[in-house]
């Protein structure tokens, strides 16, 4: 058995394994015809409940042949140009290298004992995060494991930099369509069931400023603190963006905390094209980025900074095992000090390797593409009586229904449109995603993929609007 391990002993026999399973997957890339092959819960569970994990097969040709069986046969492929459903992107070859190395080295970023130089590599792309955001001279910041724990721990700090109110009495402002994982955080942190306060959105999907001051206003008139104002770069449905410096202006002039959750814009810190449309994150005290939504890397890669570096010592424990005291006198650094987690992966590296090759203007293209891609997608939208688009995209996203002259009933729209999403996933021939807008279902598009082509989304719509007019004609026979 000891020839599985990795070491000096084995490096030919960890060649060997490798460059087999990259071969597997480098066929599937090729091979693969449409995002996902269709498969039912009920087809796929069996197989998998027929493997005896007590058996193991030993070799590794064999582990791949099943392997092709009970997963990458019918995997959801998100490099696939029709795959336009979540918010995941098809990866650059720089960053799965990383991966590649970062699992086999295998450091962990929690001491500097453990990782050397992983830990100024890390801490060099922090600062050149804060640099691109302009966070100014003091900034600091962590990777985390994803827009959920940058959120959680931004908003750690912002409650115990307001540690002299009385818990019951902090608020946390946000969007009405800000992302989940702030009342998530919320409840993490021990706050009140109302301590997220939800300020409306206009028309464009946008928090509406004169709402928030209204909001900040009342909280002033009752006695609450108002511990943060959360500001959406990039909501999750929409892409719609936030007036940051409107939102950063009341946040100076009320004295809150501002957090900007970009884990979906965060793209835009390396257009030369669309940086301006997130200005005003300088002015942020923290921001969320999500280097696996929208610079291209694989899952998990995601950071929180913030202004002031000082602040994070709110996340630190020493421990004597680990971090003892003694380590910040001697200037040893030691990245746990900063972090939620303890063991924690070198995700870093990848972004490294991607920025070392390819460059931030590489990225940035990247996603330059899939922004001016979902404009041309607006367009189709806009120009086709068939459908009802929301909103404008700022980022990559459109959100749409399918509504027939025809039929007037909108309970009878929505079910239309739910029957066509999944008549669509089960087909397999593209995967895309919906959501509620105004109580109604509405269809998402989440365009991450610069393959994609104005085509590929006539070709979805088309897709679309036949399976969702199967449905009504069906439901019309049933009805007679
Ligand atoms: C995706 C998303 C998150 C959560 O990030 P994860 O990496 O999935 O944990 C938070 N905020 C916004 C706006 C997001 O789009």
């Not at 040709?61 to 092709?68: S, T, Y």
């Not at 002039?253 to 884990?263: E, K, N, Q, T």
Request: proline residues 4%.
């Amino acid at each position: 058995m000891r020839s599985h391990l990795l070491n000096g002993l084995t490096a030919e026999h960890y060649r060997r394994s490798v460059s087999e399973g990259v071969e597997r997957v480098a066929e599937k890339l090729v091979a693969v015809e449409r995002p996902f092959t269709g498969v039912a819960v009920d087809e796929l569970a069996p197989r998998i409940d027929a493997v005896d994990l007590d058996r193991p097969l030993g070799d590794t040709a064999a582990v791949l042949d099943e392997l092709e069986e009970v997963y990458l046969k019918d995997a959801v492929y998100f490099h696939h140009p029709r795959y336009l459903a979540h918010l995941n992107c098809p990866v650059v070859i720089p960053a799965v290298l990383g991966e590649a190395v970062l699992s086999a080295v295998n450091s962990s970023l929690d001491t500097w004992d453990q990782s050397a130089g992983g830990t100024l590599i890390e801490r060099k792309l922090i600062d050149w995060t804060a640099g691109r955001i302009g966070l100014g001279p003091a900034a600091d910041g962590v990777f985390t494991s994803g827009g959920s724990q940058s959120n959680l721990q931004a908003l750690l700090l912002a409650r115990e930099e307001a540690k002299s109110h009385d818990p019951a009495r902090l608020r946390v402002l946000a969007s009405e369509i800000g992302h989940f994982s702030v009342q998530k955080s919320a409840k993490l942190l021990g706050l009140g069931e109302d301590a997220v306060v939800t300020v409306p959105v206009d028309r464009d999907k946008r928090m509406r400023t004169v709402a928030l001051a209204r909001e900040l206003e009342r909280c002033r008139g009752e006695g609450l603190v108002p511990m943060a104002v959360v500001a959406t770069a990039g909501t999750t449905d929409f892409g719609s963006i936030d007036p940051l410096p409107e939102i950063a202006g009341l946040c100076e002039r009320y004295g809150v905390w501002l957090h900007v959750d970009a884990a979906y814009g965060c793209g835009l810190l390396a257009s030369r094209k669309y940086r301006h449309r997130i200005d005003g994150i300088e002015r942020a005290d923290s921001v969320t980025v999500d280097y696996h939504k929208s610079f291209f890397q694989p899952v998990s890669s995601s950071a929180v900074l913030v202004r002031d570096g000082a602040t994070l010592r709110h996340a630190t424990y020493h421990a004597d095992y680990l971090n003892p005291r003694r380590m910040v006198r001697e200037r040893i650094p030691n990245q746990v000090d900063k972090s939620l987690q303890t063991t924690r992966r070198f995700d870093a590296l990848k972004l490294w390797l991607t920025l070392r090759t390819m460059g931030a203007d590489g990225i940035g293209e990247l996603f330059d593409e899939v922004c001016d891609l979902a404009v041309s997608g607006w367009r189709l939208l806009a120009a086709d009586p068939r459908f009802h688009v929301v909103v404008e995209p700022s980022l990559s996203t459109l959100v749409f229904r399918f509504v027939p002259a025809a039929v007037t009933d909108p309970a009878e729209i929505d079910r239309a449109n739910l029957h066509a999403r999944k008549a669509l996933f089960d087909s397999g021939e593209a995967v895309v995603a919906g959501t509620k807008v105004g109580g109604r279902h509405y269809l998402k598009f989440t365009l991450l993929n610069p393959e994609t082509t104005p085509a590929d989304i006539a070709a979805v719509l088309e897709l679309i609007a036949g399976h969702a007019e199967q449905y009504l004609g069906e439901s019309l026979d049933r009805a007679s």
